[in-house]
């Protein structure tokens, strides 16, 4: 107890608040750049946590780490193009809630379920951190391979009315994402011996091309002068109050925001799975709960609710493998811990027992961000919001710059930036075909995960796959995988019947 | 009249001649007049990252000059020891190259550089592989894994960072030597491949000294044997394989190296300055407090080790026939 004390005493000292203000206002800007990943913002101020003691750094880090994950959210809303690869499924509600002329109200659906998510997977780190660790350990690569197969079952709710096209694009996302290194074998494939292409399409760069590159070109097909957004703007502008959410609103959104925060701290924890794939599950399961599930996907606010809280209870869940065992389970962590080894903190088992107070000062210091977060984001929405006024001969360009400079920054590769230009142009036939991007960017989020727990399983098991089943986690997931597909099935029976006899 | 113009023109001409002669002598023993880029094959955060910036303020502080680094992440390294090697030779541009990794990519495929591109300054890291498995697992010695590896062939999962990546080498040249076989699992790094061993989802892994010290003295992994030259005293009880008969070495180089063409001079100034910064008792304490392996070697040591380990890879792709898409 009394080293809890003092971690809240090192948290609550004023250079350490100001390090999370000053990582919290980084964040918020790096995420909402499209390519800026929340990976590079912590790399990024690494140099600049020499000197600095381990809980004022830790502090910057963590304002950071959290606060550009809601970042992205940002501009996902506002012009359809996440930031990073955790806001890409806030889009399939978010940017509809924005056209309605409901930005606001999105912006501020999302920094709250943010805060919510962010403080949810905190407490669960702060509180049961051990026993998590232990549960992440139960997932091996036959557990992951089953979560991936289940994910994919997600494209029917990302898929709108026509679900045979929901396949076709998840089809064709599944076969981007085999381009590049096999994992087994090293050998480059469908790479056209470009080099560029050996690790395979970055997925902010699909991501950009996807979603932003084709609603720019319709913008500009459908030749309107204004965004459909700020034909309301005088609306949003002057109705602050409207952006608040109700009591009724409220009673819908906590269960959401409950089991999104539980499926994100899970998912976090799980080594090598990531945050995109929580957020498509969290989204999948609001839209399974639902009463209206034909809304999702129209603008409603529990469709940015679920993929914003359970992107920031990712960021909870993802430090549990890396203070408790010492092993980063994704980028952002591994970055992460380079900053821990530089510091001279070693994680894993000990950064419990011997350096208690540091461990809480850190967790500590992870609540503070999310408040200052929830603050700094609610302040921030009616300038934010100012951005969608623009008329869409300046808004266009606007897009298109960050979509040139994000797909250059991840990588600092021309070739990228080409890349996502022919991908964006397919993707807009796709588009006009009716065919879901969303479900081709889940399948390209997906396809890696799943290929490669699947060939890790067939060398542990010695190729008898079937030794899948003897494991409990596995059948757990088998069985909702099935149940995902057969309720999906019954439920496209049904709308079909329904719509023949009217 | 006009021969007096004329000389005073071919004097002139002759002073000119001589100032430019003389500024140019200047020039070319000033070195650095500017910032010096030194990319890193691999992104931000890790292991060669953070070496990387560890050595980049020391060097600057000898040069007098800003060291950047940058990061080209891609192809396994292979991006950016391309962009090393077509680089302008002026020693502006610096990059790290590695042992296996940068001489394993041209015997693995049509590589878009050559060896011959890089011209060595001095070794920065290394640090050996090693075997490693959790306190209860049913192996306590590397006896007992090769014993059970020779009465049941590939019944023994062990996993490494990547196909073809140092740890995979290391696992394909032990096996080699000592004539058992294991079942290679593939992991996208060294960190999942540990998590799936804690979680006892396989039996070994191949990894680097770095990667595990911390876990040891944690007692969440035990080292069973490591492929150094000799013990490593941070475990002064564990076997190295030569000891026990199997002489098969394998590391993780990390090396600072410029492009083939730079005038000598800068060579001798970069090589120079990076010895003085490697022998630092400031740089090798703050290296330690990080727990990085850093460890020195001169160019013409360096030089040595990547012919040698060029060789014996070379020895292991065709002996293994190893995939190879040239």
Redesign the interface.
Known sequence: MSAFIQGCIMAFAPKTLFAILIGVMGGVIIGALPGLSS??G???L??FTFGLDPVTAMGLLGGMYCSSIYGGSITAILINTPGTGAAAATVLDGYPMAKKGRAGKALYVSIVSSFIGGTFSTLMLLFIAPQLAKI??????PETFMLSLFGITIIASVSGKDLSKGIIAGLIGLLLSTIG????????RFTF?N??L??GIPLVVAIVAFFSIPEVLMLVKNGSTKTEGSQTSGMIASDRKANMLSLKEVKTLIPIWLKSAIIGTFIGII??VGTPVACFVSYNEAKRSSKHPDLFGTGIIEGVAAPETANNAVEGGSFV?LLT?????S?QT??????L??L?I?????LFTRQGSLFYAIIMGLFIANLVMLLLGVWGIKYFEKLIQLPSTIMIPIILVFTVVGSFAI???VFDVFLMLVLGIIGYFMRLNGLPLAATVLAMILGPIGE?AM??TI??T?GQIWQLFTRPICLVLLVITILSVVMTARQHNNEKKASHKS | MKGLKRMLIGALVLVMASGFVVAQGQQETKYPTKGIEVNVGY?????T??AA?LVAPFLEKELGQPVTV???????G??AH?ALAKATPDGYYLGFIHAPATISITL???A?YKLSDFVIIGNVIYHENLIVATPNSRFKTIQDVIAEAKKSP??I?MGNS???ADDHLASLALQNKVGIQF???????T??S???L?????DLVMCNVADIV??VR?N?VVVLATLGAERNPLFPNTPTMKELGYDVQMGNYTTLAAPTGTPQYIIDKLRESLKKVCTSSEYIAKAK????PIKYFSAEETEKIYADQTERLKKLWTDLKL?T?K
């Open positions: 990976t590079l912590v790399a990024l690494v140099p992440s350990l139960f997932f091996g690569p290194f096999d994992a087994t074998t090293g050998y480059p011996g080099i560029n050996y690790e080594p090598g493998p065992l010492g092993i980063p389970g980028a591994a970055v992460y811990l380079g900053a080894m530089i001279g070693k994680p894993g088992p000990e990588n600092e590769n490669e060939i890790q060398s542990i010695h | 992104s931000a955060g890790g292991a990252d953070i910036r940058i990061n080209k992440p891609g192809a396994g292979e991006i391309s693995n495929r049509n878009s590939k019944s999962t990547g196909a073809y079942e290679d699992t593939m992991f996208s790094g960190a999942p540990l998590v799936a804690l979680g006892g989802h396989i911390d876990k944690q969440q407090d990080m727990g990085l995939p898409t």
